[in-house]
């Protein structure tokens, strides 16, 4: 495959330092990329955009990164260029600023006030995570827990969505 059928982008996984990567330039990889169907999220003004699974939150995915001071990104998603109508690659100055953007990895707490991001390393965020699911797997009946759908089988370091 030629490289005009191909994109660099940042790839941005929760847990995870972000990594550029160089994907085909098709529908399937970038669904590949993200688990599932895609959705992009236009809230910069220089031709770069956030593509993330569409239904990441609805399926309860891992909370990744904050999107602006509005929204959280849910699960695995990228961040591309923008052209004409298409995704493109990333120049090296965009890829440099969503790198620092979005650079360390982000543990959610709850509050009353809703949730809080927190940054973190890889590390820590694997600490976090792993006490979280082990309360949360003390708090539910086995059967609930293998099936994943009782609320007490979830991190309590995440709020309810109540289907939002």
């Given amino acids: 495959m030629s490289n005009e ?45 956030v593509v993330c699974n569409d239904e990441g939150k609805l399926k309860h995915k891992p909370l990744n990164r904050p999107l602006e001071d509005y929204d959280v990104l849910s699960g695995d998603f ?50 976090v995570m792993k006490d979280a699911y082990a309360n949360a797997a003390g708090n539910c009946p086995s059967k609930a827990q293998a099936a994943g759908s009782d609320p007490r089988c979830r991190p309590q370091i995440f709020p309810e969505r109540n289907g939002k």
């Fill in 5 to 49: 059928n191909k994109i660099r982008v940042l790839y941005v996984q929760p847990g995870k330092y972000p990594e550029e990567r160089v994907i085909e330039h098709t529908l399937a990889a970038m669904q590949a990329l993200v688990g599932g169907d895609i959705e992009a999220v236009y809230p910069w003004e220089d031709n770069a955009c």
């Fill in 78 to 127: 990228f961040v591309c260029g923008l052209g004409k109508g298409d995704f493109t690659s990333l120049t090296d100055e965009q890829m440099k600023r969503y790198e620092q953007l979005y650079h360390d990895p982000v543990v959610f707490v709850l509050s009353r006030m809703g949730i809080i991001p927190m940054k973190a390393t890889p590390e820590q965020y694997t600490r």
